[in-house]
């Protein structure tokens, strides 16, 4: 199909208003490599890595053109085929070597959270877009949190790699949610990464060994849902571990589903809501955390223009693809911009860090944080 309704959606079409950046040029190119029909050519990789792995093409696509899966399978399939640049082979290292392996990660986080302390962010990382770090989520001794009040389900939460050393405060926030909503919540103890970083880079084979040893995890105790409170790591629970078929849920989705009790005080403040592209596109979520949002009492919920149109963040995106991404975030912090509120909600913590880091460069003092913490505010 070649209708080319997606286009318009594209956020790196919109930006160029190249073919060659659209997702109908990206999938013709990737079909013509697969069937031998063109020449596998290096300068046209550009075209797929210029690619965010937003989904909105596949969200608006009326023939229902499964792009989140051509995109994941396109990229392992050029990793393999193109030379490797040297940016590429550090991320790829990076993301086998720290993200996939819980206490390096850690001692990461620790030693970067000393360096911030001392003002040395750049000679550890790039420092850009980090958060200041506080110190990291831990679950619970005993791995479970109880219920507050009645217990009504069992659920396991998904504490993740990056989200408990960068944003702790949505974790404990998302945590306190589900306790409150009547969940025993359940830390499932050696859960890894679940690989979604990897299976976006074109590194599925190190997405799949992270798969089976999670799986193996997950298997080992009864719940209910596994609650996510990571956009894209939800997307990627729910379409890659087929073990978890129906059982993944992200933190708005099941709150939404289950009920939380009334709220208990008044959050006088404007707010704009960020869909996440992993939320709204890939997991269809748009309705659940603005229905949320409003009910916190006081809150005045404005919309801004295009909130559904990815801010550039796209996991590695704007450290491997800077250009492009500053592009479109520019766009993105316009609109925030526009809507006058004082605070962005959104359900990622790659767009609350791009997000932050586009505001902080226009010197804007609006804040940025999950939804979650926002509600935590009412409800707890
Ligand atoms: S995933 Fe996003 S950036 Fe990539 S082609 Fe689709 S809409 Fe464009
Ligand atoms: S991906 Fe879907 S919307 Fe885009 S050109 Fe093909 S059929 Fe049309």
């Known amino acids: 199909m070649h209708c080319g309704l997606c286009l318009d959606a594209c956020p790196t079409f919109r930006a160029t208003g190249l073919e060659t950046e659209s997702p109908r040029g990206r999938i013709y190119l990737m079909t013509q490599w697969k069937r031998g029909q063109m020449t596998f050519d290096e300068k046209q990789v550009r075209h797929i890595d210029l690619c965010l792995g937003c989904r909105t093409c596949e969200a608006v696509c009326p023939s229902g053109v ?25 991320a790829k290292t990076a ?3 720290l993200l996939a392996h819980p206490r390096r990660l850690r001692a990461f986080g620790a030693a970067t959270r000393v360096a911030q302390a001392a003002h040395l962010t750049s000679v550890i990382s790039s420092g850009r877009q980090l958060p ?3 110190p990291a989520f831990k679950p619970p001794a005993g791995g479970v949190a109880q219920a507050i009040g009645s217990r009504r389900y069992r659920v396991a939460f998904l504490v993740g790699c990056v989200m408990p050393i960068l944003y702790p405060q949505s974790h404990d926030a998302a945590v306190k949610l589900l306790q409150l909503a009547g969940c025993d919540v359940w830390f499932p103890q050696g859960e890894r990464c679940c690989g979604a970083l990897h299976a976006h880079n ?10 089976e040893y999670n799986s193996r995890v997950y298997a080992s105790g009864q719940f209910d849902a596994l609650v996510v409170d990571s956009a894209g790591c939800g997307a990627h629970l729910k ?13 708005s989705e099941w709150l ?31 309705k659940q955390p603005r229905e949320l949002i409003r009910a916190v009492p006081g809150v005045e919920l404005v919309e801004m223009r295009h909130p559904d149109i990815c801010c550039g963040a796209a996991g590695l995106y704007s450290t491997l693809e800077p250009g492009m991404s500053r592009r479109i975030l520019e766009e993105k912090i316009d609109d925030l911009l526009g809507t006058g509120a004082e605070l962005v909600v959104t359900a990622n913590p790659g767009c609350q860090m791009q997000l932050a880091s586009g505001l902080r460069a226009r010197g804007s003092h609006i804040r940025v944080e999950h939804v979650g913490e ?5 409800f707890l």
């Open 202 to 211: 074109g590194d599925l084979e190190e997405a799949e060994r992270l798969r």
């Open 256 to 286: 939404a589903e289950t009920g939380l009790p009334q709220p208990k005080r008044d959050v006088k403040v404007k707010v704009t809501y960020q869909d996440a592209c992993h939320l709204a596109h890939a997991q269809r979520i748009k």
């Open 374 to 378: 926002l509600l935590a505010r009412s």
């Open 95 to 97: 993301l086998r070597q």
């Open 132 to 134: 200041p770090l506080r």
């Open 239 to 251: 379409d890659f571990y087929p073990t978890l078929k129906g059982r993944v849920k992200d933190l």
């Open 66 to 90: 499964p792009y989140g899966r051509i995109i994941e399978a396109g990229r392992a399939e050029v990793e393999q085929a193109r030379r490797p640049t040297a940016k590429r082979w550090v």
